[in-house]
């Protein structure tokens, strides 16, 4: 069976790719868009949906986010190490 050896990770990335897809297509067809538009407002709709979700889960990582209110480093900040 070729479906056991797919990870699980990669079988619901193909499949929320297709139904992306679909989305867009129902998209441009009802609005009267053309795909790459309705296929990336699907995807922005995604972006934010996958976001809430990991926000609300208490997920979230962010490498560009600032330091909480209050927070003194416990060094001087050095750039190029000068």
């Known amino acids: 069976m070729v479906a056991s050896r797919v990870p699980p990770a990669a079988m619901a990335a193909a499949c929320i790719g297709i139904v992306w897809l ?11 868009w053309p795909l790459t ?3 990336g407002a699907v995807g922005a709709a995604l972006f934010l949906l996958s976001h ?4 609300l889960r208490g ?3 962010s490498a560009g986010a600032l330091p909480p209110v ?3 480093p416990t ?6 190490g000068f």
Request: a negative charge; glycine letters at 6%.
């Open 37 to 39: 538009h309705s296929t």
């Open 52 to 55: 809430v979700a990991a926000e």
């Open 70 to 72: 209050g927070f003194e």
């Open 59 to 61: 997920q979230v990582h």
């Open 75 to 80: 060094r001087p900040f050095r750039v190029n």
């Open 22 to 32: 679909a989305a867009g297509f129902m998209l441009s067809v009802e609005l009267n």
